[in-house]
């Protein structure tokens, strides 16, 4: 391989031997050549749902776990972290083709009898221990009909699971319908690696929202702004600006920073970090005298398991072993992917509390000179950003006059 090299000392400085590659040999990755060590750090303590727990996170962005970890810190102090799951079905939408637009419409009225649901969730049910069908939601265009089935997949991110399912239970729609063409096991209206509104207003993996109040005594000692500036900023940024923008499931500072890292640690798959980011953070004033901070974030599609992928892997099993949820929970099942769900979003919480505190206060510039790059020019960046601090941050209400 080494002539085919743009330079042939390419591969010195990759590191090859003391790693166990049977753990990855036809699980998770062919052709392989070395592997690729990435810095992890831990922020936390993370109060969530009244545990105490320290979160890994893979990264080589310079302050994004310092700056998460303060966000822990605030947290710490204002009673932590509560989450709540509202979702749990990992979907897959195979195209389905029938000969005419009336054919098409006529499976689609036959998969929305309960009865036949009950017939096709047998059909599915039967080819996983695990993987249990839970709705399907029919979308037509012309004569195609784009199939979406959610299903449970117990602690498993699930999608060959599903696919297993859905593949059998087409096959028992095809006796029934006997000129229906399968024209794609994975009709993109799954959605699976690609924004989408229907992941965003339907959900996919796990849906979470994360909640916490802050007082305002610590959102002006650990966060050195405002409840006022932060929800007002948080308008502005997330709510506006993500909508003049266009975004779908964009309304949030940097959630993909804090899920892309955790996924890396955990052995997740790091394409899906993308949708599984999808995050609209709200904050409000609150307490007696609107001095407090409410902050939520909702995440309606997390996509992520404690078994199979890579979290085989021996460093990333360390990692979830660490949060507490290595492997399948024999007990409850699904129990442990569903909680590494509400780490995430916790998290993401306290990541979006700390940036939007930076952006506030006008310390953005100045942490990530201090983090990402050498001292030599954190001086005059630390000079320029002070001269700007007065006019990114927002300390009083503005009045707005309307004629």
Known sequence: MTPN?????????????GYNYAQVQGACCENVIGYMPVPVGVAGPLLLDGELLQVPMATTEGCLVASTNRGCRALQKSNGVRSSVTGD?????????????????????????PENFLLIKQEFDSTSSFGRLQKLHCIQAGCTLFVRFAART??????????????????????????LEVVSLSGNVCTDKKPSAINWVMGRGK???????????????????????????????????????????????????????????????????????????????CGPRDEDLYVTCTMPSVEIGTVGGG????????????????????????????????????????????LMAALAS??????????????????????????????????APTKVCHT
């Not at 743009?6 to 591969?11: E, G, K, N, V």
Request: charged share 20%; with cysteine.
């Open 5 to 17: 090299l743009a330079s042939t000392d390419s591969l010195e400085l990759l590191p090859y031997s």
């Open 89 to 113: 079905a990992m979907t897959r939408a195979p195209a389905l083709r029938l000969p005419t637009a009336e054919r098409a419409a006529a499976l689609k009225t036959w998969l929305e009898e």
């Open 154 to 179: 117990g602690d498993a991110m699930g999608m060959n699971m599903v696919s297993k399912g859905v593949e059998k239970s087409v096959r028992f729609m095809r006796d029934r319908f006997t000129d």
């Open 207 to 285: 849906s979470v929202v994360c909640e916490a109040t802050i007082s305002a005594s610590v959102v002006k000692e650990v966060l050195k702004t405002s409840a006022y500036s932060l929800v007002e900023l948080n308008r502005q940024k997330n709510l506006v600006g993500s909508a003049m923008a266009g975004s779908i499931g964009g309304f949030n500072a940097h959630a993909a920073n804090i899920v892309a890292a955790v996924f890396i640690a955990c052995g997740q798959d790091a394409a899906q970090s993308g949708t599984s980011s999808s995050c609209l953070t709200q904050m409000e004033l």
């Open 311 to 354: 979290t085989v892997l021996s460093p990333q099993a360390a990692c979830l072993k660490m949060l507490g949820v290595q492997g399948a929970n024999k007990e409850h099942p699904g129990q442990n992917a569903t909680k590494l769900a509400r780490i995430i979003c916790g998290t993401v919480l306290a990541g979006e509390l700390s």
């Open 362 to 395: 006008g310390d953005l510039v100045k942490s990530h000179m201090r983090h990402n790059r050498s001292s030599s020019s954190l001086a005059t960046i630390s000079e320029a950003a002070s001269r700007t601090s007065s006019s990114t941050s927002i300390d």
